[in-house]
C-alpha cells in the first residue's frame, strides 16, 4: 500500500507505537487539527476475526516474541529467559492484552523521594508535576475509555462468585477497601457493547466491550483523514540533523525494505523496553551515548512492580473462570505506612486464570507429578490473586544493548536487567501473608505460589525529571535535550505507584497532545 504522506515532507509528526500511548496520542492531535500524522508500528493490524477464546494461540498471535534477554535475580530469569515483557506487538500494542483495571495513582507516589526520603540502594525521585496536575487528564481518560465503577464513569461490572469470595475473606480480616474500576463497558457505550463475561479480557475481547486503541483510538484518527498507519513497520533508528533536531526516522517495512521517513517531530511510544532501545541504537557523534542520553538515565530505573501470583484452594467450588479476569480489587494495603517494614504500598487484584494458564504458571513452584496434577483438579475450588505493588526505582535495574547479540535488522536485542532491592521484597512478602489470611478465613486449606511473570507493566527507563541530569524528559514527555522529540509511554514514569499502568498512560498522553499542538501552532517545535 502506497504512503499517503511523502516520506520527503519534513512537516510529518512520526509517532512510534499505536499503543496506550501512541494510539491515544495519534487521535488526540488529529482532532485538534494537526495534519500529516504517521504511526509506525511494528506488529499486525487485527481484526475481531483474529482473535480466539483460546490463552495460548492468542499468546502467539499478539505477543512480542523477538529475542530479547532476562538477566537479574527476579525469577523470570529462569522461567523466561527471552521472554521478559508480556506484552503485545500489533496496532492497538498491549491494550489489547491489558485486563483494563484503571487505577490511579494516589498524590504521594507522584513524591516520592519527598515521602519516602533517601532510600540507600534505590533512585527514587519526584515526579516534576503532582497528582493536581494531572487531575483533569484522569477525568478526561475515563470518559474517552468509559471506565466502569467510578465516579463520572459506568455502572460497576456485575459482582462475579469469584469477588464474593474474595471479599467476604477480606472483609474477615478488617478490609473495608473494594474497587472494581475497569475499562469495559458495563453497559452499551461508544459504539461499543457491554461486557458478557466471556472471560478471556487478555486474549484481545472478541466483542470489543473492553477499550483499546486498536478499536477506537486509531479507527477514529485515520477517520480524519490526518493520520496514515503504516503497521508492521519496525522503526531501527531516529536520526536528527547537525544541531542534534530530530529530522526523521528509519524503519524497515514488512519486507525488510527500509524507509526514511523525514519529521518535524517524534514522538516515541514503543514500550519501556523498545523506547529505550531505540535511543540507545540511534547513537551519534553528536549523542555517542543514545540519543536524549546526556544524563546517563536513557534505559535505567526500570520497573516492573513488584507482583506474584498466588492461588488458594476451598473447600467449595468458586468457578473463578466465570468472570472478568480481574474480578475485583482490593485497596486497604496501597497506602504507604512504613511501620509495615516497607515503603509504598500494593493492591490484591483478585484474579481469574483460564485452566490452562493456571497449570502452565503454576510449574515449577507447585511441583510436578501429583502436586501440579492435584492443583489442577482442584481449579473450580480455587480463588486467585496477583498482587500489583509499587517497585522503587533503581539505576541497577535497567534496559541494556546485548555486547554480541543482533536480532533480525542487525540491532542489538535488548537485555532487561531486574533485580528485588530489599523493599520490594518486603512489599511481596507480606502480600503473601495477607492472601493467606483473607483465604484461610474463609477455610481455605492450601495456597500456591507462581513465579514472577514476564511483565505486562513495564516502567520507566526515560523518566521524567525536572532537573536534566537526573531523567530523559521534563514534564510534558519532551526530551531535555531534543527539543523536538517526545517520550509518550510509560517508559517516563518517575515512580510505578501501584497501580497498573495504562490509564495514567492515557492521562498523559492527553495532556501531552495538548502541549505539543500549542507549541506547533506557536512555532516553537
Known sequence: MAAIFDLNDEEVVVIIGSGAGGGTLANELAQKGVNKIVVLEAGKQFTFDDIENDEFAMFLKLSWLDKRVARGAWSVTDTGPNLPAWIVKGVGGSTMHWAGVSLRFKPYEFKTRTTYGDIPGANVLDWPISYEDLAPYYDRAVQKMGVSGVAGGMPQLPESNLAKVAIAGAKKIGYKDFTHPMAINSQAYDGRPACQVIGFCMQGCKIGAKWSTAYTEIPRALKTGRVELRPESMVLQVQHDKSGKVSGVLYADKNGNKHLQKAR?????????????????????????????????????????????????????????????????????????????????????????????????????????????????????????????????????????????????????????????????????????????????????????????????????????????????????????????????????TSSAAANPTLTIVSLAIRQAEYIADQMKKGEI
Open 265 to 493: 517531530l517524534v514522538a516515541v511510544a514503543a514500550n519501556s523496553i523498545e523506547s529505550p532501545r531505540l535511543l540507545l541504537n540511534s547513537a551519534s557523534s553528536i549523542f555517542p551515548n543514545g540519543l536524549a542520553n546526556s544524563s546517563g538515565q536513557v534505559g535505567k530505573n526500570y520497573m516492573a512492580h513488584a507482583t506474584q501470583g498466588l492461588l488458594s484452594v476451598h473447600e467449595k467450588p468458586v468457578n473463578m473462570h466465570r468472570s472478568n479476569a480481574v474480578a475485583a480489587i482490593i485497596g486497604d494495603e496501597a497506602k504507604n505506612d512504613p511501620s509495615r517494614g516497607f515503603y509504598g504500598g500494593y493492591y490484591f487484584e483478585v484474579l481469574q486464570l483460564g485452566l490452562p494458564f493456571t497449570v502452565a504458571f503454576l510449574r515449577p513452584p507447585a511441583g510436578w507429578g501429583r502436586e501440579l496434577s492435584s492443583a489442577a483438579e482442584a481449579y473450580d475450588h480455587m480463588t486467585g490473586v496477583w498482587t500489583c505493588g509499587e517497585q522503587l526505582a533503581s539505576e541497577g535495574n535497567r534496559v541494556y544493548l546485548h555486547a554480541t547479540e543482533k536480532d533480525q535488522y542487525g540491532l542489538p536485542v535488548p537485555i532487561v536487567s531486574n533485580s528485588d532491592h530489599d523493599n520490594d521484597a518486603m512489599l511481596r512478602r507480606h502480600g503473601a501473608v495477607q492472601w493467606r489470611k483473607i483465604n484461610e478465613a474463609l477455610g481455605a486449606h492450601r495456597t500456591l505460589e507462581m513465579p514472577t511473570w514476564s511483565s505486562s507493566h513495564n516502567m520507566g527507563t526515560n523518566r521524567m525529571s525536572a532537573k536534566a541530569q537526573d531523567g530523559v524528559v521534563n514534564k510534558w514527555g519532551q526530551a531535555h535535550d531534543v527539543k523536538n522529540l517526545f517520550i509518550s509511554d510509560g517508559s517516563q514514569f
